[in-house]
């Protein structure tokens, strides 16, 4: 298996410009969490999903943030327009469901918005 | 504000010394778990303690789920600089709610 897939692994915009970042689950796993890490904040969950539908997205910080999980295979974190305060790690993980399971974290998206 | 807050935040000791890592919350979880997480990487599950009262040993690392599952600790004997590293403990609520501590960060000076 090759774990929870992220693109890009870093990348750098301007204030102002979209930022889509992806996210391929384990196969088979039915949830898909969105976290974003900062120093000052740590580990914070933005959204999850569930069997595709969305949850819980009262992590979103605003607007300006969106996500989707068109299929089980693929879900996307889109920021328009980016500001350079969304500068941090974004993590996607994926969760089989069964009890007691962890998450499985992808190696994240370093985002800097200058 | 964090629902699990993590002491102390920042670690730095020699190799061969011992440490002990808290988790604590005034929240009931399910269950708890330990994660450590290596620069450029995500964090990867060590344990998971379930029953109140539970002592997990990896090798060297002993972990313990508090009585009233409210709070956890994470304890390394004889640490080497392979254990360096942020160390994360996440609360599990019904619901697949999955609540982060702050981290501790470890540096194992050789």
């Known amino acids: 298996d090759a774990g929870v897939i992220q693109s890009p692994r870093h990348e750098v915009t301007e204030m102002g410009q979209e930022v889509t970042l992806r996210c391929k689950p384990i196969?088979?796993?039915?949830?898909l969490f969105w976290y974003r890490q900062t120093m000052m904040r740590g580990l914070e969950l933005l959204i999850y999903f569930n069997n595709n539908v969305p949850i819980d997205d009262s992590g979103m910080p605003e607007d300006r943030f969106s996500a989707k999980m068109p299929n089980a295979s693929f879900s996307t974190l889109k920021i328009q327009p980016s500001e350079p305060r969304d500068s941090a790690v974004y993590f996607c993980?994926?969760?089989?469901?069964?009890?007691?399971?962890?998450?499985?974290f992808g190696n994240g998206t370093r985002l800097t918005v200058t | 504000t964090q629902l699990l807050e993590q002491s102390p935040q920042f670690l730095s000791i020699q190799e061969g010394e011992n440490l002990t890592v808290y988790c604590n919350s005034s929240?009931?979880?399910?269950?708890l778990q330990w994660y450590r997480q290596e620069p450029g990487e995500g964090p990867v599950l060590l344990v998971t303690v379930v029953t109140g009262g539970e002592v997990k040993k990896l090798k060297r690392l002993t972990f313990q789920f508090g009585d009233a599952r409210k709070d956890s600790s994470l304890h390394i004997t004889a640490a080497q600089p392979g254990d360096t590293g942020l160390y994360l403990c996440a609360g599990e609520r019904t619901g697949n709610q999955f609540y982060f501590g702050t981290g501790t960060s470890l540096t194992v000076i050789p």
């Open positions: 929240s009931v979880f399910s269950s």
């Open positions: 993980a994926s969760f089989s469901g069964a009890r007691y399971s962890p998450l499985h």
């Open positions: 196969s088979g796993h039915n949830s």
